[in-house]
């Protein structure tokens, strides 16, 4: 079946600018994760999803970032008055349940994010 | 919250030796350890995890060690293969899941 989908793959905006990157997880996936990944590191956790609610929004830097999924299987990643600092690749990942015996996570190839 | 070390950041091997990447992870509450290979401009794919209830898993040439009293993990590959050269990735989940920042693993042949 279909993996993990994520759109745009590049995002080229202006210091300042909004933008927003999407994700469609696996189907029957009820639990979504986001991270960002800059060079050199690993992937660093944002937020997740079980359903339709943010489970644990921890990772988030601050309130510019802000995620949604209304009906619990896309989900939107809202970054405001970026900065060149969120540069970043950014994954989105699902599983079909949450938690550490949720299974195994499955990443998609990622929005680079690059803010000028 | 979590915290995970990783090392070394870069390792590099002669095809066919074997390679050793350690992990260590400061959350007792974590309890499930996978490892992900990455190459260039790709994204994470796992190739093995462990959970808290068992002290190793193999699987062909890839094998993962587990210690919960020093709480440390390693990754352990066989008979490498050049086309084992990538970024590999430790992780913990406790409440989320921590990586740490990465190995480089180069396989001359």
Redesign the interface.
Known sequence: GAGVSQTPSNKVTEKGKYVELRCDPISGHTAL?W?RQSL??????LI?FQGTGAA?D??LPNDRFFAVRPEGSVSTLKIQRTERGDSAVY?CASSLIS???GG???????TRLTVL | ?EN?E?HPSTLSVQEGDSAVIKCTYSDSA???F?W?KQELG?????II?I?SNVGEKKDQRIAVTLNKTAKHFSLHITETQPEDSAVY?C?A??????????TTLSVSS
């Open positions: 994760y991270y050199g590191q690993g992937p660093e956790f997740y644990d921890s990772g994954l938690g550490a015996f195994e996570q499955f990443f998609g190839p990622g | 919250g995970v990783q974590s309890n499930y996978p992900y790709k994204r994470p794919q796992l995890d959970r990735f992780a989940y406790g409440t989320a899941l921590i990586f740490g920042k990465g």
